[in-house]
């Protein structure tokens, strides 16, 4: 079985996020989720709890993001 880039979500106090996605990045967050509970066994009551740990992910495999973010001063 291939394996997805997130693995089980921690369990972490909820925050409350408004977004607005399109349909079809919606329909694929609920996909997305419904591939994990599988992988992992582990309940994604509400897909939208993806979102910050795909973003997350994201912004730590990005080399551009990383290589300006280090060019940054703190």
């Given at each position: 079985?291939?394996?997805?880039?997130?693995?089980?979500?921690?369990?972490?106090?909820?925050?409350?996020?408004?977004?607005a996605?399109?349909?079809?990045?919606?329909?694929?967050?609920?996909a997305?989720?419904?591939?994990?509970?599988?992988?992992?066994?582990?309940?994604?009551?509400e897909p939208?709890?993806?979102?910050?740990?795909?973003?997350?992910?994201?912004?730590?495999?990005?080399?551009?993001?990383?290589?300006?973010?280090?060019e940054?001063?703190?």
């Open positions: 079985m291939t394996k997805l880039k997130l693995d089980a979500l921690p369990d972490d106090k909820p925050v409350k996020v408004t977004v996605l399109p349909a079809q990045v919606h329909r694929d967050l609920v997305y989720a419904k591939v994990l509970e599988r992988q992992n066994g582990q309940t994604v009551a939208a709890k993806l979102i910050a740990p795909m973003v997350e992910r994201f912004m730590a495999t990005d080399r551009g993001f990383a290589k300006l973010r280090r940054v001063p703190k």
